[in-house]
């Protein structure tokens, strides 16, 4: 079965500085791996994804994510954060290949942005 | 706006009673997918549905179930509830429904209460 892990249950950073929020996956095989943020009261935005290809992943908002095969992580970084950035960010991994989809989610990292 | 609408948007009931929770997809999208959503859990896949027929299902209860319909509008019904079914239920929708390349687009949610 497939996991993700969120080391950080929130990380804090000064408007303008560069942010990153660390996810770590364990699928069988290669993976398909998302960034999702959800906003207070709202449902869960598509950021970014990485299906194959170019490590470096650009997304929505100036995100992108990086990633690292041999390390198995999927971390999220913006160059420059904004306090609209805050809001809680969810990793999410799901086994490449035909048949059913299912996301598995960590368990989220709280982004405050501090002006 | 993802184009997948949640409705109610709050729910309130009893233990022991019975609710449904309603989805529509975004237009073209064969996929729903539902989630739940606690403090104590984070993000836990529940059971997708793909053009009408069950494609996966997570870690849902036996008293929980869920359909989709011609219309590709689905709902999900929890039965016997009980505090600890007091969450945040998410509905999300894709285009595809195998490979898990394609992105899912999330509705508001229902926040259901159990007292």
């Known amino acids: 079965a497939q996991s993700v892990a969120q080391p950080e249950d929130q990380v804090n950073v000064a408007e303008g500085n560069p942010l990153t929020v660390k996810c770590t996956y364990s699928?069988?095989?290669?993976?398909?791996l998302f960034w999702y943020v959800q906003y207070p009261n709202r449902g869960l935005q598509f950021l970014l994804k990485?299906?194959?290809?170019?490590?470096l992943v650009k997304g929505s908002y100036g995100f992108e994510a990086e990633f690292n095969k041999s390390q198995t992580s999927f971390h999220l970084k913006k160059p420059s954060a904004l306090v609209s950035d805050s809001a809680l960010y969810f990793c999410?991994?799901?086994?490449?290949?035909?048949?059913?989809?299912?996301?598995?989610f960590g368990k989220g990292t709280k982004l405050s942005v501090i002006p | 706006d993802s184009g997948v609408t949640q409705t109610p948007k709050h729910l309130i009931t009893a233990t022991g009673q019975r609710v449904t929770l309603r989805c529509s997809p975004r237009?073209?999208?064969?996929?729903v997918y539902w989630y739940q959503q606690s403090l104590d859990q984070g993000l836990q896949f529940l059971i997708q549905?793909?053009?009408?027929?069950?494609?996966a299902k997570g870690n849902i209860l036996e008293r929980f179930s869920a359909q989709q319909f011609p219309d590709l509008h689905s709902e999900l019904n929890l039965s016997s509830l009980e505090l600890g079914d007091s969450a945040l239920y998410f509905c999300?929708?894709?285009?595809?429904?195998?490979?898990?390349?394609?992105?899912?687009?999330f509705g508001q949610g229902t926040r259901l209460t159990v007292v």
């Open positions: 999300a929708s894709s285009v595809g429904g195998g490979r898990g390349s394609t992105e899912a687009f």
């Open positions: 699928v069988s095989g290669n993976p398909y």
């Open positions: 990485y299906i194959t290809g170019d490590n």
């Open positions: 999410a991994v799901t086994p490449r290949g035909a048949g059913s989809y299912q996301l598995t």
């Open positions: 237009s073209g999208d064969l996929s």
């Open positions: 549905y793909y053009n009408g027929e069950e494609r």
